[in-house]
């Protein structure tokens, strides 16, 4: 009987071929790792330069009220309308405030459709002024504070008219009635009339300039244009003219390029506290009627780090990008251990 040896696998090649595999293998996942954890890093660093919580125990209630003609026809293109929530709301939660917008109404009157606000113009008075005194009157001024019998809205709730134009032309966005403050623990002239004009809606093609409401809120919390820090470019309460005017919320303070930003510190500021007259626009607002304290359980945290940041999803592209590059030089030099042990075989 002829015995016919075969050849069996190589011991020691196998040996060899498996230590390449487990190599590349720690390799690999060394690699995914490092990219993984150099990402978290970066979204990690952002959050903690931009990502705090603020308590919002304050809140400003506003009132839209959309101007029609007499006969109840569109008078302010219904459709441009909006209200810059995301962005009014993260403003104003460097102050601890939340902006809440009721339901729109509608006040039927054509001559409102231009709001004059200059004191003499055309021999006629302020009209914010106007619309502020027919408050407690008749007629179909349905966001007064009463009337007819009826209770209607709070006198510390913002009456925001959406008009077509204030004093005629599109150079005025928007127009608020001046508050005052009078100190810590006094009564303050609380104004809430504000006015809106379309040109706020279709700036930059429409995209809105998003930050006038927010602005013009200031003014009824006793904020101007040039005290307590405003006129700089980045600061919310300098004149329009002059400011920087985010084009989406990804911009405002403290994201992105830190527009629209109020001096003062919620850290300096605590509810009830009583420290002389506020130097800073955070206090100032803080301490005006129209910022109404909530209860306990109706207050919330403001998370800044949800939302999105310029940069990091450029940032996040980059770590993906690097984990791509290593996981096919990975798999490219498995493949080539594998052929040049096929060749040698």
């Known amino acids: 009987m002829k015995f016919v040896r075969r050849h069996g696998p190589d011991l020691k090649s196998i040996d060899m071929q498996s230590h390449r595999v487990i190599f590349f293998a720690m390799l690999f996942q060394g690699a995914r790792r490092l990219v993984f954890g150099l990402a978290g890093l970066i979204f990690a660093t952002t959050a903690s330069l931009h990502g705090q919580t603020v308590l919002i125990d304050k809140r400003i209630t506003v009132l839209p009220i959309e101007v029609r003609y007499d006969n109840g026809s569109n008078g302010t293109h219904s459709s441009l309308i909006q209200y810059f929530e995301a962005e009014t709301d993260k403003i104003w939660a460097q102050a601890g405030i939340d902006v809440m917008f009721l339901p729109r109404i509608y006040y039927n009157e054509t001559d409102v ?103 013009e809120l200031g003014h009824l919390l006793s904020l101007d244009h040039t005290t ?27 994201s ?60 996040a592209a980059a770590a993906l990008a690097l984990f791509g590059v290593l996981l096919v030089r990975s798999r490219s030099t498995k493949a080539s251990a594998s052929s040049g042990k096929d060749a040698a075989s």
């Open 256 to 315: 992105g390029l830190d527009y629209s930003q109020l001096t003062g510190s919620l850290a300096a500021t605590t509810p009830g506290d009583d420290f002389g007259t506020p130097g800073f626009q955070i206090d100032r607002a803080r301490h005006m009627p129209m910022a109404v304290a909530l209860p306990v359980g109706q207050q919330y945290y403001y998370d800044y780090s949800a939302i999105p940041e310029p940069g990091q999803f450029s940032a």
């Open 228 to 254: 307590l820090g405003a006129s700089g470019g980045n600061n919310l309460l300098t004149d329009g003219g002059a400011r920087n005017s985010p084009a989406s919320v990804a911009n405002i303070y403290p």
């Open 113 to 215: 459709l231009n709001i004059r606000t200059t004191t003499g113009l055309g021999g006629l008075v302020n009209e914010l002024t106007d619309l502020k005194a027919i408050n407690n009157g008749s007629g179909s001024a349905d966001w007064r504070t009463s009337g007819n019998g009826g209770s209607y809205y709070a006198d510390t709730v913002v009456r925001m008219f959406l008009t077509q134009t204030i004093n005629g032309g599109s150079s005025v966005y928007a127009y608020a009635l001046q508050s005052a403050f009078y100190g810590v623990g006094v009564g303050q002239n609380q104004e809430v009339y504000m006015a809106v004009a379309q040109s706020v809606f279709t700036f930059n093609s429409n995209n809105g300039r998003r930050d006038t409401i927010a602005h």
